[in-house]
């Protein structure tokens, strides 16, 4: 397995490597070194078989200099817990996904359970001759994460998960370095890398799924706070005499119009919509996924329900923005597939009632990585450890 880098100079041609094969002359306009000290580091890259060299590039006016790129043995794992699905996928070193496999589970059957199925379907990748070794893990799980400690730290929605050593475990379970993130965390990152957030250095990703959370983007780099709590914005009080909230208070933005809330709701207002209550008749049950399909089909009922919570996290998001200046906002998770509708509510809230400096040039937009966001932001994630110096 190829080593880390010796030095900061190295680390930082892997991250400019990362982006694709480049010549050692357009290396040497991003970086501040001398050319023999470029070429130096780049051998010795080259020696540790973490790079390789890719023929010539197209001549500058001279001397055609040497194209470089990643080894293309490099392989990182993204692998990305949800509440009720497992999704996995391995990358080259580029990040590029060269496979992605997924399959229904419930956070709430425990570490042992969810862990052991991520393996299962990394094994299955393993199967189709897509690795043989994985040179980093990177994890992401929907609930507070003590990124220090590689552990969840009192997950409200994953009984069983406190303090459980996941990094630990996937590390001595797949032979390699393994980091944990709390879910938003990583798609944010999947956004910078590969999203619309490629070319903005301060942004929040907005996640609207079974929980509510943010991730907050500065200068490049997540936020995360002092113990790692930064951006747990389902848990803000919307309504002190609201509903029940899994943490334990009431009135939480997420017990209003996380995934479950919606589908509280959607029962409730099914004897007023016609298709939702064929389908409570039919499955005993409502999801999201109905009250987005309702809405399509031009259910009242159902749209007035998607832009009530649209409003409620409208409102938290005006404080954030007026507190934070953001360059770009970006609605992801599963409840944001509800669209449009959603999408038009909360844009009319926050430019409303965010101050118009903050506003101004804010885009508001829905991620177009879907569900690959956070596997993409569990290989980056990774691959910033392995791509620092040692």
């Not at 197209?58 to 009720?84: C, E, K, N, Q, Y």
């Not at 113990?227 to 009135?251: E, F, K, Y």
Request: glycine residues 14%; hydrophobic residues 45%; proline residues 5%.
């Amino acid at each position: 397995m190829p080593v880390r880098p010796d030095n900061v100079h190295q680390a930082t041609l892997l991250r400019l490597l990362r982006e694709g094969g480049r010549s050692r002359a357009e290396l040497g306009d991003d970086v501040s070194l001398s050319r023999s000290k470029l070429n130096l580091e780049l051998d010795r890259l080259i020696e540790t078989g973490l790079v390789e060299q890719a023929g010539l590039a197209a001549s500058r006016g001279g001397r055609r200099s040497g194209m470089v790129r990643l080894s293309p043995h490099l392989r990182f794992a993204g692998i990305d817990i949800g509440a009720t699905s497992v999704d996995v996928a391995v990358t080259n070193g580029e990040l590029e996904i060269l496979g992605h496999v997924s399959q229904p589970c419930e956070v709430r059957e425990g570490p042992a359970t969810v862990l052991g199925l991520a393996m299962e379907l990394l094994a299955k990748l393993r199967e189709q001759g897509l690795f043989t070794q994985l040179h980093g893990a990177g994890i992401g799980v929907p609930g507070p994460v003590s990124f220090r400690d590689g552990v969840p730290f009192a997950p409200p929605i994953m009984p069983g998960w406190d303090r459980y050593p996941v990094r630990e475990v996937v590390s001595q379970e797949l032979g390699c370095p393994a980091m944990v993130d709390n879910d938003v965390n990583l798609m944010a990152l999947g956004e910078l890398h590969a999203g619309l957030a490629k070319q903005v250095d301060d942004f929040l990703l907005i996640k609207i799924g079974t929980g509510i959370g943010c991730g907050i983007v500065v200068d490049g780099k997540i936020y995360r706070g002092v113990s790692g709590s930064a951006g747990d914005i389902g848990h803000m009080r919307v309504d002190d005499q609201g509903p029940l909230c899994t943490c334990g208070n009431t009135g939480c933005l997420e017990a209003y119009f996380g995934g479950a809330a919606l589908a509280r709701e959607a029962v409730r207002i099914a004897p007023r919509s016609p298709y939702l209550g064929e389908r409570l008749a039919l499955g005993g049950g409502l999801s999201a996924e109905d009250v987005a399909a309702a809405a399509t089909l031009g259910d009242p009922a159902a749209v007035q329900l998607i832009r009530d919570g649209g409003r409620q996290v409208g409102q938290v998001m005006a404080g954030l923005v007026s507190f934070f200046n953001p360059g770009l906002v970006i609605i992801a998770g599963g409840v944001a597939r509800l669209g449009h509708v959603l999408l038009a509510e909360i844009r009319s809230v926050v430019y409303r009632r965010s101050l118009p400096l903050a506003t101004g040039n804010l885009p508001i937009v829905l991620s177009e990585l879907g569900d690959t966001a956070g596997i993409i932001g569990g290989a980056r994630l990774i691959s910033d450890h392995v791509f620092s110096a040692s």
